[in-house]
Every structure is written in C-alpha cells, then in structure tokens.
C-alpha cells in the first residue's frame, strides 16, 4: 500500500507534486507582479502606479509558497542530511534510522499544523489584515495551512513507506535530492 | 522569592528607546525590589519571530514583557488606532499622557487579557525628502514611504504616490532613489540615517504633528499575577499614566538628537507656516473621513472617538 | 541544570543528531524547541509561539530572494545562459593545467555578478559544469569541491543578500557595502584558481585540460555571453540607478532570465514544471534549516550563551586585534554546524556592538563596512567546511557517484585559501576600504 506504484502512492506523489507546481507558479507570479510595481513606480511621470502593497502579496505569496513547497522535498528527500558516519552501519540499520528520523518528520509537521491552526483561528477572532491591502491574516494563514495539512499527509505516507522497507529488509531506491 | 522576566522587543539595545527607557525602567523596579526583580533584556527579536507577534508573545506568555508598536498588528486595536489619524498629537509627552488616559477611558476592552505597563506615542511625524517640500504642490509626485495605512492614505489625498514598504528597505530605498522621500519623526532618523541620505525635513507650525504611531509596554497576565503582593505594588507604582508620559518624554529628547543631527549637517529644515499648515490639514480630512466610515463598517462609533481623542490631548495641553 | 549549561550542550547535541542522519532542520528544531522547555520549565510558551514562528518565517519578504535566485537559476540553465557563461571561462582558461575547474570558477564569478544567493550560484553552476568536468575526467572530490566553493562567489561578489541583511541589522549603507565587497570577491576567485592550480600539479590525474582555442574563437565565446551581459546591466543598472532595492534585483534577474529563455524557444510546460519542482526542493531544503535554526536561536538566545561569551571577552581587557581573532575563530567553529544566514542573525546584534566600541583606527562607519566583510566571509566559508555545508548538500546531491566525505576532503585547500584571504583583509583594511574612499 505505502509504494509510489500503488494507488495510494500514486496520489500522495501526484497530491505533492501539483501542490509544488502551485508553488512555483505563484512564485512566477510574485516575480512579474514586482517587477509591474518597479515599472509602475519608474514611470509614474507617465501616468503608471507601483502596484499597492506588493511588499506584502509578496509575504503572502511566500507563505504560500514555502508551505506548498514542504511535502514534495520531504517525499521525493530533498532534506539535508549527513550520512558520513551511519553508512558504516549497514543496510538493515540504515533503514530503521530512517524509520525514525521519519517518525521526527511527522511529529515535526504535525507539531507545526497544530498550532499553525491556533495562529490561523487567532487571526480570525483578532481580525488582524495586512499594513496597506487590509487583506485579512487569516486568509494568509490558511493558504500556508493547506501546504502543512499536506505536509503532514506526505509525511505519514512517507513513514508508511519507509516501515514497508525496512520490514522487508530492502532499502528505499536511491532519489535525487540533497542526501548526501 | 525571587522572579526573572524577560523582556522582548524588536530594536538594538542601543536605539532610543530600549536604552533611554526601557533599561532605566527595568532597572529603577529591579532596585526598588531589591533584587527580588530581575530582567532579562532581549533586544532586536533574539528570541525569535517576526515584531507583529510580539504582543501575541506577551499576551501568551512565550515572554513576560514586550514592547511593540500597535500599528504592527492592523485591525488588531481598531479604536486606539484614532490615535494614528493625521495632525492628532503635538509631542510624545502630551501625546502619551493623553493616549494612555484615553485607551483606559475608551478602549481598554482591546487590551484584554494582558497587563498593561505603559501605553504611548512618539512625537510628531515630518516629511524628509530628497527635493524640498515647501508647498502643498511640492509632493505631487513624489515617491513616499507612509508607515501606515492611515498614512498611505493621507499621501494619496495630498498627491503623492505612497509607497508601502518595510522600515529596515527604507535605508536602502532612500539612498538610491527608489523613493523620494519618507515620513518618520526625528526619533527614528538617525537609526536610519536619513539625515545623511536626504537634505530637506518639512515639519508644521501647527501645534499638532503630521501623524503619530503607538506603542505598548506589556505585561503577561500570569506573570503579573503570579508575583507576591509586594512585587505587584512595585510593578503597579512603575506602571500607568506617569510611565506612559516618562516613555513619550524619552521620545521627544530623542527628537532633539535626530533634528540636532540634521542641523549639524547643514540639511534644509522646513516650518511650513500657518497658513501653508491648514491647507496640509484641510487635505488631511478625507483621510479622516474615510476612517470614520471604516469604523461605522464595524459598528464602531469613530466619530465620538475622534472627539473623545481630541479632547484627551486638549486635557494635556 | 543552569540554562548557561543547557546552552553549551545544545550544539554538541545538534551535532549528534546530525551525525546520527536527522535531517539538519529537524535537528536544530528538535533540540531548539526541547531546550527552551527546559529552560522555561514549561512547554505553553513554547507551543504559543509556534503559533506564529512557522509562518512567519516562511512568509518573509527578506527571504523572497532565496526562492527567486533559485527560479532565476533554473531559467538560466533552460536558456542556455549558463553554458554559455562556462563555454566563455573555458575558452579563456580550460587549455592550462586544471583549466575546465578554472572555468568553473570563472563562471560562478561571472554568474555572482547577477546572482545574490550562493546556493542558488552552486547549483546552477553545478548544473553546467560537473558533467564537464566529469567528461575531462576531473576527480569527484575536486569537481564538487571546486563547484561548492565556486558558489561561495554568488555572495562574495555583489549583489548579495547577506550584505543586505548585516547592513539592515547594523545600520549601515548597503550601497557602500556592495562596493567594499567587489575587490574581496575578485580576490576569492584568484585565491580559488590558485588553489586548483595548485592541486592538479600535486595530485597527479585528477583532471585533464581541453584543446586551446585560438583567439578569434575565444571572443566569439565571450560574445555568446550578450544575455548575462544584458542580464548584468539590468540588475546593477536599476540598483544603481535607484530604480529598484537589491531585494527586487532578485525578481528583476528571474524575469530577465525566463525572458532569455522564451526568446529562445527553450520554455515549454515540461520546462517550467521542472523549474517549478526544482526550485521547490531547494526552497523547501533552505526553509526547513531556516526553521530549525529560528527554533535553535531562540533557546541559545534564552541560555544566556552568547551574551555571556560576548561579555567574557568584554572582561578579558584583551587588544582589540586578538578580540577580532576570537570572534573569527568563533565564527568558523559555529560555520561548521550553522548556515550563514542564521548565523547572522544569531550573531550579529549580540557581537557587532561589542566591536564597533574597540579601535581598530577606523571611523565608525569606516569600521562597519570593513567588519561587514570580514563577517561576510566567515560565513560563507561556513558553506563550504564540513560537516554541515550547504553548497557541499546541494553539489554532492548533483554527483550521485561522489562520496560526501571525498567532498570534505576536496574542500580543505579551497577553504584553507578563504583563511588566508580572511587574514589578508583582517591585517589591511584598506584593501577592503579602497573602493569606498575613491567612490564617495
Ligand atoms: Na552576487
Ligand atoms: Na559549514
């Protein structure tokens, strides 16, 4: 069940992946819509305006982005981490470390969507808005919410995964990414 | 029994008013305690987090005290945000010790929850420009950082195109003409160096500033109400209308510092005469008009605020 | 436990599960978040800021050049432009002993003057370069060693958003800063390409050189370089020119490159989704350090650790030029386990206030440019020593079949050359100065 090939495993990748291409395409928004505003402000003789608050669209673009960015580098194991001194263990035990340092990736996105929910229902009931925009913070909020509630999902799948593995005495393939 | 607060805020330790009030503060309670008090100084967000979460960080008690500009949490203190409509205050003393008194009368309900040490302003805030500024004509055009939404609007009303950008961008921006000039009070100047990156400062004769931001020093509900009845009355005599004053104080020597610098420098400083004045202030009211109608959106009664505002700072005068 | 206790056991604890293959970020996170617990003895304020700690440190406006550099890499790799920077350095260079890695360097140089992020320098490069050098047989550990530490060169040479970040926590001008940086950064590169020069010659066959090209080819190389060039003049043209901050430089190179590259013919939806995912792993690699550490600084912050160091010296009555030997010993020590941008903001506020009142025999101001980059340095020398190296992650990630501790190994004499360079401009700040005294 816990297998990229598999139906569950097909979605979870397909679920991460479409949430990072969001990502990315908000990120392309934010570079044309700041570079509008600089033109807009360079040519104010002529009539165009900088964009209104495009400080903070680009802190909530980010926000975004950043949350939507999470569940693929987790999936496909971007993370940084060193593996200098554990190589010396052997496969079997390699492969329960990573059971573990799995465990502390759920715990650290659950921990994190946890209390992002208080601050996101905080910003409801305190109505805090943005400097300029007056757009609502809890709106902001809720965009990153979804990236962690996916963060969290990839991350169980991903443990799922890697229990299946070292139950099975096999090593995960090796990913591309920042292992190292 | 001895207790430890930590105290969090998100200047150097070295600005104005972490130096010229808050330390004096902690450390007149530390020796009235006898030592029973002791603070922990956290300048310059250290112990994490952005500087709109620090009221939070008080009110949850991740720290004991905080020091924060309201303004930083927009739609957070609707009603003491009257406070920030143009040509409201003349100075930080007048404009604390009627700030204070008129939250306690009129919104105190906003600051629920936490424990109020001192609630003040700075003093009043003036134009700095790369281009002089001696006509209301003058800044049609020009490219301003507007600390506030209240701000923004009044540059927008005046002519001017505001630009909304964060305070630490606003070095860099100046300096390279990005922008053309910006709206701070002389406090604030030199941590910024505006003096050394423009050479016109336009300040008003009327007796009331530009425009004006708040602060609050604030105190953990628990923390506070977890001392011994003796240390409470300690935080209780250091706390209130007379702190809040002492804090505006702070702010106005640092005006005298910023504009002595300016002077020092040989920068063109401007007083717009009485005259010039009412034309700024008659094209202030739309900002004020629009913010009445902001507050009747929330079944707030803006204008009965505006008046209870104004009359607090006239009690000071 | 005094929390003074707690403090100095929090790196070596970090250290260790680092070493046990806890991804870095939940590392510092994990000991960031038990050890302020123990310290406050309570875990509702540690949860309370966490309300907001994660979000805000995502949805930060400073960090938006992190991503942004990154697409901006991705979209010169799709158009061309980075071949076309490496084919120009190896042209001029890839003839000599040593002469593809030379190019390497050349090309980070090159794409540093466009590109402020050393992470975002190192992979794009990476991308250009290492199947290079692996096709004139260079050794794993000199390829990506040369690679990572070329990368350094995307913050060395302006624009840059470390100096934009000390110059905002210390208050000094960004403008004057990236101009002090210039003569250090082309100092790095030399010391760079002495360092190769150096080690092919010791280390007999860990790579080959390429035909020398004759001049006529070697300018049409450099003349396929126009879009950097045009790239370059944008971006320091507008910063300059005062149209744009050096944090919109960011977007206004990220445009500029997806322009080339549609231009080109080079974008289609295969592309961009590529982009998208590439910049996506990196971004959230970077993020999560940035996380953990905003979690690690706050307890150190709450140990009392380094106020209490910083006013050990204060005591020490040492001269000042010994204080500025332990703060930059500090700095490489804490390099090895921290990135550059924490480090800064962990350090910075806490030691740049313990300096500025010692006399160096500079002005004030004069004194925060050159501590600016002196700072600057030791912590991008912190990316490339091991353990914990960013550009030696991201590089050793793109060279499946090199051994991470062959990169460690592949580094020394690259960060060997940064020591020297360090003390060179600790000894004579005018070199550092120069430009600042001839241009304002
Ligand atoms: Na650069
Ligand atoms: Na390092």
Not at chain 3, 317 to 337: E, K, Q
Request: with cysteine; aromatic share 10%.
């Amino acid at each position: 069940m816990f297998r990229d090939e598999s139906r569950l495993g097909r979605f979870v990748v397909g679920l991460a992946m479409w949430l990072a291409i969001a990502g990315g395409l908000v990120l392309m928004a934010m570079v044309a819509m700041i570079c509008i505003s600089i033109v807009g402000r360079a040519l104010l003789a002529f009539g165009l305006k900088p964009i209104t608050g495009d400080y903070e669209l680009v802190s909530i673009g980010m926000g975004f982005a950043v949350f939507a960015f999470m569940p693929w580098a987790h999936l496909t194991r971007a993370h940084a981490l060193v593996s200098l001194i554990t190589d010396s263990f052997g496969p079997a035990i390699n492969n329960w470390i990573l059971v573990v340092t799995d465990l502390m990736m759920l715990a650290t996105s659950a921990f994190i969507a946890w209390r992002l929910y208080f601050g996101m229902m905080d910003k409801f009931a305190y109505k805090e808005t943005t400097l300029l925009l007056r757009f609502p913070l809890s709106w902001a909020y809720a965009m990153g919410f979804v990236g962690a509630v996916i963060w969290v999902i990839v991350s169980l799948y991903v443990l799922g995964r890697s229990i299946g593995y070292a139950t099975r005495g096999e090593s995960e393939p090796k990913r591309m990414g920042a292992e190292v | 029994q001895e207790v430890t607060l930590r105290i969090h805020q998100f200047l150097p330790a070295q600005a104005t008013m972490p130096a010229g009030a808050i330390e004096p503060w902690a450390n007149k309670v530390s020796e009235e305690s006898e030592g029973r008090i002791k603070f922990e100084l956290y300048p310059a967000m250290q112990l994490g987090g952005a500087p709109a979460e620090l009221y939070d960080q008080a009110k949850d008690g991740v720290v004991d005290i905080v020091w924060t500009v309201l303004g930083y949490t927009p739609g957070r203190f609707p009603k003491s945000e009257v406070f920030e409509l143009p040509f409201m205050s003349p100075n930080g003393e007048i404009g604390s010790a009627a700030f204070y008194n008129y939250v306690m009368a009129n919104s105190a309900d906003e600051f629920a929850g936490v424990h109020v040490i001192a609630l003040h302003t700075h003093g009043p805030g003036l134009f700095h420009s790369k281009d002089p500024i001696n006509t209301l004509e003058d800044i049609k055009g020009m490219k301003v950082r507007g600390g506030s939404r209240i701000i923004s609007d009044m540059l927008a009303n005046l002519g001017a195109e505001p630009i909304g950008m964060p305070v630490p961008q606003t070095t860099e921006a100046l300096s390279k003409g990005v922008i053309d000039g910006t709206t701070v009070p002389w406090e604030v100047t030199p941590s910024i160096r505006v003096a050394e990156l423009v050479t016109n400062h336009t300040g008003f004769t009327s007796q009331y500033g530009l425009y004006t931001q708040t602060f609050g020093f604030i105190m953990n509900q628990d923390s506070y109400n977890n001392l011994p009845d003796d240390l409470k009355a300690i935080i209780d005599a250091n706390s209130g209308l007379e702190v809040s004053r002492q804090f505006g104080m702070v702010m106005d020597e640092g005006d005298a510092r910023g504009l002595k610098i300016a002077v020092d420098a040989g920068n063109n400083i401007v007083q717009l005469d009485e005259a010039q004045t009412q034309l700024w202030i008659d094209a202030a009211q739309p900002t004020i008009d629009k913010w009445f109608a902001d507050m009747e959106g929330q079944g707030i009664d803006g204008k009965a605020l505006y008046d209870a505002a104004r009359a607090a700072v006239a009690a000071e005068m | 436990m005094t929390p003074l206790m707690l403090g100095f056991l929090g790196l070596p604890t970090v250290l260790i599960l680092i070493f046990l293959r806890v991804p870095i970020g939940i590392a510092m996170f994990a000991v960031g978040i038990f050890g302020t617990w123990m310290i406050t003895g309570n875990f509702n304020p540690v949860a309370a800021q966490f309300k907001n700690l994660t979000y805000s440190t995502f949805a930060s406006y400073s960090l938006s050049v992190v991503p942004l550099f990154l697409l901006m890499g991705q979209f010169a790799t799709v158009s061309g432009l980075s071949a076309s920077l490496f084919n120009a350095a190896a042209a001029w260079l890839g003839h000599r002993k040593g002469g593809v890695a030379m190019a390497a360097i050349g090309a980070s140089a090159g794409f540093g003057a466009i590109c402020g992020s050393s992470l975002a320098t190192a992979a794009t490069m990476g991308q250009v370069a290492l199947p290079e050098l692996k096709k004139y047989g260079y050794s794993g550990a000199l390829s990506t060693a040369t690679v990572a530490a070329g990368g350094t060169l995307g913050i060395l040479i302006p624009p840059s958003i470390i100096l934009v970040i000390f110059a905002v926590l210390t208050e000094q001008n960004i403008a004057k800063l990236f101009m002090a940086a210039f003569i250090p950064g082309i100092l790095a590169a030399i010391g760079y390409l002495i360092v190769i020069a150096i080690y092919v010659r010791m280390v007999p066959g860990s790579g080959g050189t390429r035909e020398r090209m004759p001049y006529g080819e070697r300018f049409k190389a450099l003349g396929q370089t126009w879009p950097v060039m045009l790239v370059f003049l944008a971006v320091i043209g507008g910063i300059y020119g005062g149209i744009f901050t050096p944090t919109e430089a960011a977007a206004v190179g990220a445009a500029g490159t997806f322009l080339i590259a549609l231009a080109a013919r080079r974008l289609n939806r295969k592309e961009i989704v590529e982009a998208c995912l590439s910049t996506a792993s990196s971004t959230a690699m970077i993020f999560l350090i940035v996380f953990g550490a905003a979690a690690l600084n706050g307890f150190l912050a709450l140990s009392q650790v380094p106020q209490t160091l910083a006013m050990w010296v204060g005591e020490q009555g040492f001269n000042p030029w010994m204080v500025m030997i332990l703060v930059l010993i500090f700095y490489l020590i804490l390099g090895c386990f921290m990135d550059s941008l924490s480090m800064i903001l962990l350090t910075v506020p806490i030691i740049y206030p313990m300096m500025s009142v010692l006399d160096f025999g500079l002005t004030p101001d004069e004194f925060g440019i050159w501590f600016g980059i002196i700072v600057l340095i030791v912590v991008e020398v912190g990316l490339i020593t091991p353990p914990v190296g960013m550009n030696l992650f991201i590089i050793n990630s793109m060279s499946p079949q090199t051994r991470l501790s062959e990169t460690y190994r592949g580094v020394v004499p690259f960060v060997a050359s940064d020591i020297i360079r360090t003390a060179i401009l600790v000894a004579f700040p005018p070199i550092t100065l120069f430009l600042v005294w001839m241009l304002y």
